[in-house]
């Protein structure tokens, strides 16, 4: 009788685990990993079988990791990075681009840029798979850092340390202003002149708020009052419409405005307020190739580099 045991350990035993740690429920780890609930918890099961310990506390909600399942999964992170590598590796030899390519993108680009360069991207790149998910900026740093994301496109400045941000394009601000508001006759608008009080922003969470918010009282140190906070870029150029208010969106959004409402769009003074497009990876992220060719698509269809 042999003394050795052989060790099965796969891949996506490491993945079904890590996908646990994640989401802390084997529910929705199933869902995302696209397999029963069933498989996934015999496959993690199997795991801690042949490790010979607990790797998951499944008494708590949500799941958590046990002391032994937190060092099987800082390395099964390690593995994983390793074996992604090894296979974009080999499709670069191979001149391909190909993989799994999981983007998180901020709300306030998703609705007015992802429809742009998707098709060309699916149809230049057919092996790649693409995984999108709508996030706010705070939920993308933490998806990146715990490896539930590849990418992101985002606003640039707004990610710490450890995240690499590629700059692509510059995304100018608008003033959305009602016929009804004061400032309506005018062409420019000085940020100074903004009644604070009539001014409608996105709710807390949303990075395209901070940077607003930054921007006014960093020309005129009053506090921020507002009547209204959503989510939605559309609901708050609605409320505009039908109220006295004003709104500021980017040039990304201006496209879909009708060409009867056009003349509510004003530009600010001096031309300085804007933000930056990013994508950003983490330091530690190997699927160059991929970040590239999505890189690639976006600046195709914006028609321009970043400076």
Same mark, same amino acid.
């Given at each position: ?39 996934? +918890? ?17 008494? !708590? ?32 030899? !191979? ?14 680009? @998703? ?31 933490? @998806? ?5 994301? /590849? ?22 601000? *608008?003033? *959305? ?25 996105? +709710? ?5 708020? /901070?940077?607003? #918010? ?7 140190? #009053? ?20 109220? $006295? =208010? ?5 040039? =990304? ?12 769009? !004003?530009?600010? @003074? !001096?031309?300085?307020? +804007? ?13 160059? $190739? ?5 890189? /690639? ?11």
């Amino acid at each position: 009788m042999s003394r050795y045991k052989v060790l099965t350990m796969t891949i996506v035993q490491l993945e079904y685990l890590l996908a646990v740690a994640n989401c802390g429920s084997f529910s929705v780890a199933s869902e995302r990993c696209f397999v029963t609930q069933p498989s996934l +918890s015999m496959q993690i099961k199997n795991l801690e079988e042949e490790l010979g310990v607990i790797l998951l506390d499944r008494s !708590k909600k949500p799941v958590i990791p046990t002391e032994a399942g937190q060092v099987v999964i800082r390395n099964a992170r390690e593995t994983l990075k390793a074996y992604n590598y090894i296979k974009e590796s080999v499709s670069e030899l !191979k001149g391909e681009v190909a993989g799994t390519m999981r983007l998180g993108v901020i709300p306030t680009v @998703a609705p007015y840029l992802l429809h742009r360069f998707i098709p060309g991207f699916v149809k230049q790149y057919p092996k790649v798979e693409l995984e999108i998910r709508e996030m706010i900026t705070s939920d993308i740093v933490s @998806a990146l850092n715990r490896d539930m994301l /590849d990418a992101a496109l985002l606003a640039g400045g707004t990610c710490p340390e450890g995240i690499v941000e590629q700059e692509l394009f510059n995304d100018r601000f *608008y003033a *959305y202003v009602s016929p009804s508001n004061p400032l309506f006759e005018r062409n420019n608008i000085r940020i100074e002149d903004i009644d604070q009080k009539e001014l409608l922003l996105l +709710s807390e969470g949303h990075c395209l708020r /901070d940077q607003i #918010v930054e921007l006014c009282q960093a020309r005129r140190n #009053v506090h921020t009052s507002c009547q209204f906070e959503c989510g939605s870029l559309d609901t708050l150029m609605r409320i505009v419409d039908n109220t $006295s =208010m004003m709104t500021i969106i980017p040039e =990304m959004a201006t496209q879909f405005i009708p060409s009867e409402r056009r003349n509510q769009l !004003k530009t600010f @003074a !001096k031309g300085a307020a +804007s933000r930056k497009i990013a994508i950003a990876v983490r330091r530690t992220y190997v699927k160059g $190739s991929l970040v590239n060719a999505l890189k /690639d698509s976006i600046l195709q269809v914006v028609g321009t580099a970043a400076n």
